[in-house]
């Protein structure tokens, strides 16, 4: 496009070697006003172009606030089904549709969060057909960039063979990652490990210290699980009150392991005065969560009574 100041030029030009007569400059000013329609037809912005810029910063911010979503959920331990219907729930509330931000994450792969939450289409099937092999790629140019969701996505795929084969060692030393970043997740899993002895030696204590740092986060399984160190004598000593406080603290928040555990606890009265009435209740819980084995003692306790 050429610059107005030409124009400028030509016409101090015109005003100093030409005569002055109406006619020469009704046609300068005329050629002037079809310039200036030119330059406004041809920079102007379509409504078409305008849409197009709203709804790609749209979708950039839809992009880092499903990320967060997960991240946040993750976080505080919510379960997989949880967190998987959250983020339908998002896209369905939003004005898009899961097809269109497929679509723009495959053309977008800029960020480690795009990256990330293409794996996560492919493996859930969002938009696309599923595809976890190509998820275990995503997640690991993800986790190559530093993605916390990356790393952590990384090392489930390597613990129990998604994508990939089985690897223990590189799930531990993934989950380390996460959680020396501090991600409360990344902190549970890594008890998990001490715990079950993934990738590691079993270290109860250490296992403890883990789940006890997760739980101070605010981590919904590592609140239960730290219940379960107490009510078992795993790496501290046996305290059936502090089980009891923690398993009834992550039922609350809707846990259904905690909810079975401290249905446990009401039927067999131990860390509180036994209560049926209450076993029932915590045991239909986890029931409606789909606990089989709440689901088996609700069952027996209604035929008891």
Known sequence: MKDVNEYHQKYNQMSNNVDTSSSLHEEFFKFIQNFYKMEVKEIGPTTQNINEIIFE????????????LILTNLNKGKEEKVRKQQV?????????????????????????NSIYLLGYFNYYGIGTDINKQHSFELYQKAANLKNSLGMYSLGKCYEVGIGTDVNKQKAFELYHKVADLGNSHGIYCLGCCYDDGVGIDVNKEKAFKLYQ??????HIFGINNLGCCY???HGTEVNKKKAFELFQKAAILGNDFAQYNLALMYADGKGVEKNIDLAIYWFKKSAEQGDQDALSKLNKLKKIE
């Open 57 to 68: 910063q749209d979708l950039g911010i839809i992009i880092d606030e499903l990320v967060n």
């Open 88 to 112: 339908f729930d998002y896209i369905n509330n939003y004005k898009s549709n899961s097809q269109e931000i497929y679509s723009w994450l495959l053309n977008n792969q800029l960020s480690s």
């Open 213 to 218: 740092m997760a739980a101070d986060l605010g």
């Open 231 to 233: 009510d078992n004598g």
